[in-house]
């Protein structure tokens, strides 16, 4: 790799992005410019604006944005069309938000005249290998510079040191070391490292920062219907509003009601276990209610094709494939099926869980007439039951038979 | 077919099953022999045993058995190894007792020269297939006798006229009709039908029989610690246990915290959709466990295979193809995947929900040394990232190039 | 079902459907519309009008068609994009044809004011089964009737007797009976029952109707370039032409050169085994060309996944599922799939077997720059391989490692 | 990775690994063990003896094996039960070898207190990951040194400069370069590179070296008898066989009618596509003559769930995860559906292509009661299809019901 000259960097304004901003200027000498985006992480954007100024980056290389919408339009609905889990558990909100965060830096880069991009993951988790394969999935000629693997910063000191160095103002409560390693983003909160490693110890109540304690959550159930369009939801208790919205609103009320805890230990793509505290409020209750229109909107043979993908569809994305044919094949295949997933569902939210208790739909294919215990109307024959056993019976049959005759 | 001389029937000495008792004597003329099973849906057995000698049973011909152990050894607990969820959400309570019941019946058969095999499902249902193929599988040459496919009493007014005719003592509470029907054994109680026939109505409380309402659970919530050895669990919170008394202990424990409930529209093999209710305490916190323990103790590799085959898994058992070839070498891979997914798992329970909290065990593949965020001693190299991802990306970087080429 | 009133047979102007009109009109007084379609099979269809005038159908009740080009473009070039093939060997000759009468004769029956349908497959096979699933997916509220599953007719000597009560002309070689029963369309021609039902005996040579015996094939090897676009052939050496022309064409080439012919035994969908004399030679031919121009043009992604999707693919259109949900979910997957599968394929036959021997595109993904023994250009670091299997391999060195640890 | 005080080599005695065994030794001062395998690659093994010898091996350091038998019996065998296709084509003739060399140089290791292995692939292709993972699945703790990724001895020039420098002789055929590269074994001889990189050319007749061309096969078919038990071969025209004679003998047969050849573009796991000239003579026998016998003793539960499974299976093994926890998973499923797999298969060869003509069993579920024309005898009630298709139908019904209710 020759070396870059204009490097698009993604920056948070916290101290270790504000460390490898200057050391690309540096080490590389490159001219950098900073892509801040909201995500919904819930932190301000401005500050990072002046940090980058302070830190010698022109005006016009400053991109800050608010690219909520995209995210939850493009990325997070059409994910959740797949009730996609990782590991049976994961909603996978880290894996989805660095597609979009690359596509941004590599379409900056297009903009500006760059030929490299970086990003402040480290050389150990999936991040790098996200950020990564979806720039050059984008871009086949990009450069990635990825500081974490390249330099000899890899101790809290050597950092404190640089950063002093270089005059990068250091927050007070950033001298010591957190105690866990944060991301987040509108779809959830993940936290890991240090007191979280052993899998054997409970994390400490102070982990969660987005959700209630089921203990502390609401004594009275909450009832709250999620209306849906093509597989998508559009409104909440029958106020229609934008994706972004809609997120936003349900991580308000699972949040309330503790709803969307995970203490998972999950397999990383590079190859080792670690463990993560997932808080996922709304993500954890769309998934349910996506569930509960499908139950009644979609038929057993697309249901259970989408149920037998999905393991990979989600491992894809976990593993940082979503700019990927197949990807956009397993897409193009789960988004046929959710054409008439439309209705809507009443979830009720209580302490920590939250459970589908109806759901209703134009488009629905439950029919009462079919399987009423009443007396028949003529809507099915019980006498057609005969044969679909028979047949569906010949060949265990056939195969008895033989281990009969052999015996 | 030609006319069965001689009848095993699935008796729960109930009223329905009384009357296909009589009507299998009355109709077909044939010898009836009686089979009833505990498979813990908590009925007392020998009521049945006295009403089948009212009903002319000869004393030999009255089969009555505690086969809890057996069902959950050689069935619940095989099936969760997989972590079998038919449609996402169901644990398959009724699918997996129906094949242990047409083993049995088609082995009494065997011993008392039997022809026919007979059971009280309908004809709309997914059981008449279960019984039916599971007979058939063990048995070629079995006849099944499906009294309600066959016969016209079809309506509550006739069933009650019948008995009366055949003087069958019909309890007063069975003169009215139940607001629903209801299943159970050792793993669930389902409920479906009548007040549960709309799926956009929400089940009254009275439907729940097994569970407390969540609301109603304790407000402190309780640990359980869960001790599997390859992949089957074996002692709860340090005690060793049998099959039957663990998941008979998980019940009790889930039941009383409230844990287990599920409302759900499914897919029935038959063709339609239905609603049920089902209450499967033990089992829910049994399948959290028994992630929570592959978690550690299970590779990428296995746990993904197993991801990708357990839809099929789950919808071999629901269909009612437990006895199938295919059941049996999905069977065969899960159980190679469970020679190490031995330890144990501290779950919590709190009002409904159930929730792995801490795992260990000396067959751990978590490696704190590869995962940690401290300085690294050398256990992984986050150089080799770099090359990890440049040949994961260079089908993408291809892809891309061409698209660019072609443009 | 209440009596039909007016029906549309699938009419071919053999006997055996002749019998079946004839039998419609006397056992059910219904009014008969006939459909026939040329699919390629080779036989005239003006006979089949005159002889449909002379069973007293009145003119605007006779529907002849040749939908040649809609059933390739529609049915057999869609299913070629997934290299389908059933039980890894049968090109679904006779399957891809059915759902396309189905859809005909549903068509004309709405365009005709008829309430039923009518086919004349047997019970015992699959064709029954597409028929009706494919009409039942077109019109819920349609009637089938399958004479063969009603009637009494079921030994030659009543057919034949019935057909001479009701005048209906029997040509002399139809006296006798036929040693195997046909099938044919413009993509195979098979051949089953009789004299190939022991599937321990070889196939007589008279069977072949459609390939010449490989050993009375050229002696010269014939070399083909196919051309496709999109997944779908447009050119044969050069020429374009119309997707009929295409397969007329291959047809014409492979059967030349006793190329598709398949001697199998494969799984009916109503649980039997037969054994069926398969001669599909431009398939054959088109499925070789089809591997070859996606091995340059599909990435490992994409490839990989079709290949894991194709055995249900040709699952569901093997049992008749060609209009279900899961069929266009699996179409939609496989379509996004080819957009760049443009390219030229050169094909070799000689004496039964077809091999593809080079293949070019546009849209190649091959690239000599990387692969080659040759002195690196650049392209691709061998170092990157280091990486690479250092973090395959990690999982692998824990399990070891775990393995090692437990002895 | 510290310094290999002692290193196994894969060496064949050819100039390559010749020169890497003096490259080891002069590079990393390292004792050099040497491991010559016979997998019946049709070379002898002494002159490798020899030149070790001459290179400065110790004789106690050489080791030479005759592993044929086991590498049919335990890696071929297995592997065919599968029906293993890469890419729907390749029969993984090279992949399947790999994992048997690296059991074998690690086993040595340990016996001769070696730390390190050592092998001759190169740093873009499938094989060096195939030797490495083996490698380390069975010892965690072993080096590997690839010496292709480390040295500078990349160019022709260079390698025969380094060995005139350390007097190891070379051949007079080899001072040119070959016009490409061979590997081969009892399965298959494959060939790639140089002369063959452009898949737009044809091979040249002269890259073909096992098996005739087919214009130059005998004019007259012959038939061959393959006996099969538990999905193995076991005799060849009534003669029973080891393993490894089997397979020779097959090759003899299929060699000399020119069967098994292949030109295919695949996509290697290291992320590039390449092109290779196969020749599998007979295993492309063995995997017709499998397919044939399992037509008969396979239902279809069990062939459709091994078809399924199939392009993952072969997928792992290309990639070099023969020592891994999901293929051995997936062959404990294939080997349950092996268990009657058992009979005989007649299969025609000539002129290039090799297809079953006929096929018994004892253990044959097929059934002509079941299927025949004629009249029946009891075995099926045609009936029942009735009864199949209209549950069948059900949901697709109620869809077409939906679908035009919402119009």
Redesign the interface.
Known sequence: MSAPKKVVLAYSGGLDTSIILKWLQTEYGCEVVTFTADLGQGEELEPAREKAVMLGIKPENIYIEDIREEFVRDFVFPMFRA?ALY???YLLGTSIARPLISKRLVEIAAETGADAVSHGA???GND??RF??AA?????DIKVI?P??EWDL??RTKLLDFAEKNQIPIAKDKRGEAPF?VDANLLHTSSE??VL???????PDYVYQRTVH??DAP?T?EMVEITFEKGDAVAINGEAMSPATILTKLNELGGKHGVG????????F??????GIYETPGGTVLLEAH?GIE??T???????????????YA?LIYN??W????R???Q??????QE?VTGTV?VKL????V??????S???????A????E??AGA???????????????????????N?R?K
């Open positions: 009730n590991e049976g558990l480290t050389g150990k790098q290998v990564e394969l050059y999935a984008l871009n086949p990825a974490w693997r890899s101790s390693s490292g240090k490693e052993d899998p054997a110890q409970e994390a089921p203990e004594d159930p805890r995970l203490d998972l230990v999950e397999n990383r590079v190859g080792m276990k670690s463990r569930r139950q009644i979609l038929d057993s043979g697309a249901g259970h094709l989408k149920d037998s993908i999905m393991p990979r491992e940082g494939f700019y990927s044919p197949e956009e094949m397993l193009a295949l789960i988004d046929k099926s008439h009443r209580y302490k920590g869980s459970n589908t208790v109806a759901r209703w134009d488009h629905s294919l439950y029919s009462e079919h399987v009423t215990f007396e028949d099915y024959d019980q006498k057609d039951a005969q044969g679909f056993i028979q047949l569906n019976a010949l060949r265990l049959k056939l195969l008895a038979a033989r009969r052999l």
